[in-house]
């Protein structure tokens, strides 16, 4: 279709000015990383100084960032693991099978979505402790707590996407394979999860990077043994002030990989974000 | 091997019609047989139970007197060809036709072997290193069929192979098919609903509708001794000509067919099946192939005119407009007829067809 110019001309100014609102303030935060304390704040802003990384060192060393690094990198690379491993089964057995409410099993999965994470997080808060004081199951303050309370979220967005991918796919491929030896699990294996790869690989990151800016739920959950990065960068707006330069070096640790992981995925992102959706 | 179905029933949760109602059938070891029928006949879901992608509500199948009704696909020692699914899209052809010997922990030299012995026969020996997108369609379905064969199974099973392939390659891979057929001497089930094809394929036709057996029977026995009146009208093309009629008793002890607009004399033949159908509504048939068209008036004659030419090649296709009803003929390219063209049509006593309207059972009690 040929779109006349001046409507391309529109549209490119409306993408433009969407992009700087959103590109903007990242920018100058990104900037203010690398300056050094004294003029955080002055104003007006300094533009022309010689970066440093102080900040970085302060805040990843200093501060113990890296260990909430690697509390961010345990729980969201385990939340999308587990959710892979009990989401991507499910899917598949959606997309094929028929059974009691299986449609309303999928609307209400997709309705999970919709709950804001308070709702979710308060009751999860009361349960453990009621496992913690009842049973003597210790979740709050853990890995599994938090990976568990996720799934909550994670769980139905590999449901809803894989099952999209599962159902673009003729039955007849694994069908085919299990006349010709195998059993179903067998062909679900050998034949119809290595089609779908790239999709899982879309939806691993969608998850995980759902995991990684988590900040409530781990709020509520995750205590001084499992705080994560989102968690920490709150640490910098004290009462008396706001460290600003630490804070925003922060925030790059934390968009980091979320920004390399797009940009490499970008395609697979968009095909992963369309499917299922649009049915 | 043959194949026995016995009081085969299969019903789906949406739909209270049977999809495949009791059926009986006999499928003899080596034969090539072909299920035919319209979409939602219950061919395919025939074809799904032998391969034990379905699993039948009542009724048993063996296959060389083994009772295979309980058992998993992969252990039915079938092969099955699907007609939208061809290559496993992340292996090469190689590895495609190799897929079915690794469930059987072949040693790799004999896999080799194998698929370099099958993928000859079916011409595709030049393709093997070649990956899914730089295949054709065609070539595809014979990495399907090559990985069907590798196995060595007692049947093989064929879902409308051939349908997603253009006209000229459909044509070529049919006689392939048949050829393959006759090489292997395996028995075949091959589900089509393009009656065409399964004249030209089967040794034995099945045809089928809403879930029951119409007909079984050799192709000549299909096409010109239907049983009813769907078999007449489903199979051939250009379709058989019907009409609704009431058969009246003659004075001279014979049958007369009264028709919208025309009246015809029924032949001996009809005698015996019409016993006690004097008065009774009937369908009157005949193919286009076996209308005749005549320069003088006589009897199961009717004048007309010439309304529409489809031409088929040596041979046309004209519908002629006679005592109002619309008749295809076909007749050879140098006697065809323009437009508007008069034109008197013959109909062959002994090329009619009469079935009950009421059950649309064949009047000629040929072979039940």
């Known amino acids: ?279 | 091997m043959k194949v026995l179905l016995q009081n085969l029933v299969k019903r789906f949760a949406d739909s209270d019609r049977a999809a495949v109602n009791n059926i009986n059938l006999v499928i003899e070891a080596g034969e090539l047989a072909v299920l035919l029928g319209p979409s939602g006949c219950g061919k395919t879901t025939t074809l799904r139970m032998i391969a034990g992608l379905e699993q039948p509500d009542s009724g048993r199948i063996t296959i060389a007197e083994r009772d295979i009704t309980d058992l998993a696909p992969k252990d039915r020692r079938v092969a099955m060809v699907f007609q939208n699914f061809s290559m496993y899209p992340t292996m090469n052809v190689y590895d495609n036709i190799a897929f079915p010997l690794h469930a059987v922990k072949m040693k790799r030299g004999e896999i080799d072997r194998t698929v370099r012995e099958v993928a000859a026969l079916v011409n595709i020996d030049h393709l093997l290193e070649r990956s899914v997108r730089q295949v054709s369609g065609g070539e595809a379905q014979r990495v399907a069929l090559a990985r069907a064969m590798v196995r060595r199974p007692e049947v093989f099973l064929m879902d409308e192979p051939l349908s997603n392939l253009d006209a000229k390659l459909r044509v070529q891979l049919r006689a392939e098919i048949k050829r393959l057929h006759q090489d292997t001497g395996t028995t075949f089930i091959f589900v089509t609903h393009d009656q065409e094809e399964a004249m030209t394929l089967g040794d034995k036709i099945i045809v089928m509708n809403n879930g029951d057996i119409q007909q079984v029977g050799r192709p000549h026995e299909v096409f010109f001794g239907p049983r009813n009146a769907f078999v007449a009208n489903f199979v051939g093309t250009p379709s058989m000509n019907m009409l609704p009629g009431v058969v009246r008793n003659e004075n001279g002890g014979g049958y007369r067919l009264q028709l919208p607009g025309f009246d015809l004399s029924l032949p001996a033949r009809f005698h015996d099946g019409l016993a006690a159908m004097a008065g009774n509504r009937v369908i009157w048939g005949i193919r286009p192939e076996a209308i005749r068209l005549v320069a003088e008036p006589g009897e199961n004659c009717v004048s007309g005119e010439v309304e529409l030419v489809e031409a088929l090649g040596s041979r046309d296709l004209i519908f002629v407009r006679a005592a109002e009803q619309l008749f295809g003929v076909i007749v050879d390219a140098q006697e065809s007829l323009a437009v508007g063209a008069p034109c008197r049509l013959h109909f062959a006593g002994g090329q009619m067809h009469l079935f009950d309207a009421e059950n649309e059972r064949s009047l000629l009690s040929l072979t039940k």
């Open chain 1, 1 to 279: 279709m040929r779109v006349p110019t001046s409507e391309r001309v529109f549209a490119y100014v409306i993408l433009i000015v969407m992009a700087m609102l959103v590109i903007a303030p990242v920018l100058a935060g990104s900037i203010t990383a690398f300056k050094p304390q004294i003029i955080w704040v002055s104003s007006p802003p300094t533009w022309v100084f010689e970066p440093t990384l102080e900040n970085f060192e302060f805040v990843f060393f200093t501060r113990k960032g890296w260990v909430y690094l690697r509390n961010s990198l345990i729980i969201s690379i385990g939340s999308v693991a587990v959710a892979l491993l009990l989401g991507v089964p499910a899917a598949y057995a959606f997309a094929r099978f028929r059974f009691r409410s299986s449609k309303a099993l999928m609307q209400w999965l997709i309705s999970l979505r919709m709950i804001p994470p308070i709702v979710v997080g308060l009751p999860f808060y009361a349960m453990f402790l009621y496992l913690e004081r009842g049973l003597g199951i210790g979740l709050r303050d853990t890995f599994p707590g938090l990976i568990i309370t996720y799934q909550t979220f994670l769980l139905p967005l590999v449901i809803w996407m894989m099952r999209g991918y599962f159902a673009e796919l003729p039955a007849a491929m694994e069908e085919s394979a299990m006349v010709e030896g195998y059993t179903r699990l067998g062909a679900l294996w050998r034949v119809v999860l290595p089609v779908v790869f790239p999709g899982i690989v879309a939806t691993a990151i969608l998850n995980f990077i759902f995991a990684w800016n988590e900040f409530f739920l781990a709020l509520i959950l995750a205590g001084n043994r499992t705080s994560t990065l989102p968690m920490t960068a709150g640490t910098y707006i004290v009462r008396t002030r706001v460290e600003w330069g630490n804070l925003f070096a922060v925030n790059m640790i934390i968009m980091a990989p979320v920004i390399v992981l797009t940009i490499i995925l970008r395609r697979q992102l968009v095909k992963g974000l369309t499917f299922g959706i649009l049915e």
